[in-house]
DNA sequence: ATTGCTTCCTGAGCGC
DNA sequence: TGCGCTCAGGAAGCAA
């Protein structure tokens, strides 16, 4: 569920809860959700709190790497009373100060990872490029489009091409660039390739700045919803501003929305 | 190399 | 009220 606007919010929200703690334990609840990849080990105290993706890093004092996805319906909970939990509460990490992070997900597809800290390229290693950094720029899509032929929907959801776009922010791009969504990737012009570019970085600027989007499950560390969700133009939408009804069809296994008459 | 299909799992919403 | 069906914001693994 969450796409790189919210996994921000929350590393925003992280950075203000949990940096400087110390780990004392990690409990987990539903077997499969924590990955050791190394031996039991003392983690010590969160050092930094950064994302790559949609992935979320923590470092530790003791040269560990806490590495976090929340998939459709993770979430990351902050909480200082000890006692409290909920049903689908997969795991805890308990910090040393009697507070904890609770990573609740319904349907359980999140993972935590914990690994050395050498082995955090490894992890990131499959990924592209990040939206919002100066190397995504039209000349980066140019050469990562030019021998695709898949639609430019299915091609921008590839975390390989661009690391964090999902399925509701890719709707929103394409319909502010004006370019349908099922025109393959080697076809897109120069110009299109730049709009493409531009409205990936606004889009996601604007999200981040009201919190990212709640459609369902996302919540900020604080368990609070998002705005962006008023600013949508067609991800779940009937109709277009322009007075068109939405089309909704499958790509990829996935809905997409879109405006026949604006985008194409 | 690229593309698309299936799968993991739970819950909400719909029609009957 | 309850049953069965479809759908959901992700991405790895596999086959063609």
Same mark, same amino acid.
């Given at each position: ?55 979320? *890093?923590?470092?530790? +004092? ?5 590495? =976090?996805?929340? !998939?459709?319906?993770? %979430? #990351?909970? @902050?909480?200082?009373? *000890?006692?409290?939990? +909920? ?5 805890? =990490?308990?910090? !040393?100060?009697?507070? %904890? #992070?609770? @990573? ?161």
């Amino acid at each position: 569920m969450p796409e790189l606007p919210e996994v921000q919010t929350i590393i925003n929200g992280l950075n203000q809860k949990i940096l400087r703690k110390e780990i004392q334990e990690i409990i987990e609840f539903r077997p499969g959700t924590i990955i050791w990849q190394i031996p039991f080990t003392s983690l010590g105290k969160v050092v930094s709190i950064s994302r790559r993706g949609k992935y979320i *890093l923590l470092q530790t +004092s003791n040269k560990i790497n806490l590495i =976090i996805h929340l !998939r459709m319906t993770g %979430k #990351l909970v @902050f909480e200082t009373d *000890l006692s409290k939990s +909920s049903t689908h509460s997969r795991a805890e =990490i308990i910090f !040393r100060d009697k507070t %904890k #992070l609770i @990573f609740n997900d319904i349907r359980t597809f999140g993972k935590i990872q914990i690994m050395k800290k050498d082995e955090e390229i490894a992890a990131f290693q499959n990924l592209g490029v990040e939206p919002l950094s100066e190397e995504f720029d039209a000349k980066y899509l140019r050469n990562e489009l030019k021998n695709k032929k898949a639609p430019i929907k299915n091609i921008l959801l590839d975390q390989r091409v661009l690391a964090g776009l999902g399925n509701i922010y890719v709707a929103e791009i394409l319909f502010r660039c004006k370019i349908d969504p099922r025109k393959q990737g080697n076809e897109l012009d120069l110009k299109q390739l730049k709009l493409i570019v531009l409205h990936t970085k606004t889009v996601l600027e604007e999200a981040i700045k009201h919190n990212g989007t709640t459609i369902s499950d996302y919540r900020s560390v604080e368990d609070k919803s998002g705005e962006f969700q008023n600013f949508l133009k067609v991800y779940g939408k009937k109709t277009c501003e322009c007075g068109a009804e939405i089309s909704k069809i499958k790509q990829a296994g996935r809905s997409t929305y879109f405006c026949a008459v604006c985008q194409n």
